[in-house]
């Protein structure tokens, strides 16, 4: 069983920065796709950024590109999301998925297995 934790959430003015972190229990081979995932309340689950990790190709969602940066170390089997020029919509909860399979459909979150418990965004104006 794949075990993600997700860390680097906080409470930050617009126009801040955070780097959320997504640890996996386990990495390399097993786990092609890592993708994060936002949630605010009351609107859907929104597929912001992936990297298939064997070829560390990114794809991003149109509302963060440019903003959000997706990396990952493989020697510390974690996967990175920076966020910059945070903005009072960015406010969500942040989550990390993975799955074995890299799919074109990244950010359907039916297409992942393992999830973390997530990690809060606030961004204030």
């Known amino acids: 069983q794949v075990h993600l934790v997700e860390s680097g959430g906080g409470s930050v003015q617009a126009g801040g920065s955070l780097r959320l972190s997504c640890a996996a229990s386990?990495?390399?081979?097993?786990?092609?796709?890592m993708t994060w995932f936002r949630q605010a309340p009351g609107k859907e689950r929104e597929g912001v950024a992936n990297?298939?990790?064997?070829?560390?190709?990114?794809y991003y969602a149109d509302s963060v590109k440019g903003r959000f940066t997706i990396s990952q170390d493989n020697a510390k089997n974690t996967v990175y999301l920076q966020i910059n020029s945070l903005k009072p919509e960015d406010t969500a909860m942040y989550y990390c998925?993975?799955?074995?399979?890299?799919?074109?459909?990244?950010?359907?979150?039916?297409?992942?297995?393992?999830w973390g418990q997530g990690t809060q965004v606030t961004v204030s104006s």
């Open positions: 990297i298939a990790t064997p070829t560390g190709n990114t």
């Open positions: 998925a993975a799955d074995e399979i890299w799919r074109h459909a990244w950010s359907d979150g039916t297409n992942y297995n393992y």
């Open positions: 386990e990495y390399n081979y097993r786990l092609n796709a």
